[in-house]
């Protein structure tokens, strides 16, 4: 089905047939798990069940810094998971956080009491953001210093680093309203949509569509202020490794607000990005130039569907104007524009037919051998 869905998309059609026999390994490489003690085959086993998308950039990571991470990350995702549970009380969640580390060293330690039903109403959006992101982003970025993978600035420029984690954490926020909803979550901050609805849950209803897209433009055009930082910060990174960790997961991020943009259908179902788009956005983003190609096709392609009667349209374009001042190429990926998308969709057509009879032809030659051995 996803060779199907890319088959008008013949770049994507590629990079998915070259990712699934085997091109993932060359940018996201598994751990040797046979080199592992048994606490670290614990972590990642954790890590995998946690988050598939993260765990696999933190894999590709270099040597003893793919440990640390790991770690880094499952600590947080934890600490973040009991911050976030609004059914347990202030006066039990503070020595909770506060005494968290001492137990990291306790293995028969559980927290069993979350009821997670409650709804969680946030009332402090960049706040909570700079804490569940972007001190991840600080701390993230002084191990990559520290580690001397990275140079010093990467670790003390905590503005850059926090716009990292910031970017993210908002996209997903963005994202997910429709699913949040459903859950009894509120992320999106109320001194924005309060000025559209008088509850987060109205955007839901039919009639209050356009509202609902204008308050999801304005969120996507505030997040869109964090790229020219994200680009500042990816074009220090030296390590191939760290760079690809760093970079996947902004382009992904950057293509879903594409996705998402001026789009209904936020409010009624999932926006993701397509699985070859995804696939070919962790084959191409691999060095600066390919990153801010990609940055640049993404925002021409919000640009060109902001419409002029949208409230927050002079500020998109404003944004968007600025991040052009940040070296752009004027052009697509250089690995996009060999051949015609006519002759690549036929190419391509032609390699899903061929894919398809060889794995018929194979079957039916094992269902052969199996009865002429019965």
């Known amino acids: 089905m996803e ?3 890319c088959l008008g998309h013949p770049e994507e059609f590629y ?15 598994k751990v040797d798990q046979d080199s592992l003690s048994s606490s670290l085959k614990t972590c990642y086993k954790y890590l995998n069940q946690t988050s598939r998308s993260f ?56 927290f069993m009491e979350s009821k997670e039903k409650d709804r969680q109403v946030l009332e402090d959006f960049p706040t909570y953001c700079h804490y569940v992101a972007g001190l991840v982003g600080i701390g993230l970025s002084r191990l990559f210093s520290a580690s001397e993978f990275e140079d010093p600035l990467v670790g003390e420029d905590e503005e850059r680093a926090n716009s990292m984690g910031l970017f993210l954490q908002k996209t997903n926020i963005i994202r997910d309203y429709l699913e949040d909803q ?29 509202l609902a897209v204008q308050c999801l433009n304005e969120l996507i055009t505030n997040a869109l202020h964090h790229i020219p930082d994200v680009i500042t910060y990816l074009s220090r990174l030296r390590n191939q490794s760290v760079f690809n960790f760093c970079a996947i997961p902004q382009v992904m991020a950057i293509a879903t607000l594409a996705a998402c943009y001026n789009n209904q259908q936020v409010f009624k179902g999932v926006v993701k990005i397509r699985k070859g788009q995804a696939v070919t956005l962790m084959m191409d983003a691999t060095n600066m ?9 993404y925002m021409e392609e919000i640009y060109h569907r902001i419409p002029d009667s949208d409230p927050s349209s002079s500020k998109t374009r404003q944004i968007i104007s600025t ?22 969709s036929f190419v391509m057509l032609l390699a899903a037919l061929s894919w398809q009879y060889l794995s018929t032809l194979s079957q039916v030659t094992e269902d052969y051998v199996q009865t002429g051995e019965h």
């Open 323 to 344: 991040i052009r001042t940040q070296n752009l190429p004027n052009c697509q990926l250089i690995s996009r524009s060999h051949y015609s998308p006519i002759y690549l």
């Open 182 to 210: 459903q859950e009894g979550r509120e992320f999106w901050p109320q001194e924005v949509w309060g000025r559209y609805v008088k509850k987060l849950g109205d955007f839901a209803k039919p009639e209050n569509i356009d």
């Open 289 to 297: 130039p390919a990153v801010k190609a990609i940055i640049y096709q």
């Open 3 to 5: 060779f199907v869905k």
């Open 15 to 29: 990079n998915l047939l070259r990712f699934r026999i085997g091109g993932r390994w060359k940018v996201m490489p």
């Open 55 to 110: 765990a696999a950039v933190i894999e590709a990571l270099d040597g003893e810094m793919r440990n640390a991470v790991c770690i880094f990350y499952l600590v947080l995702r934890a600490l973040d998971t009991l911050e976030d549970d609004m059914t347990i009380s202030v006066e039990k969640k503070v020595p909770l956080l506060h005494n968290f580390h001492s137990f990291l060293y306790e293995p028969d330690w559980r």
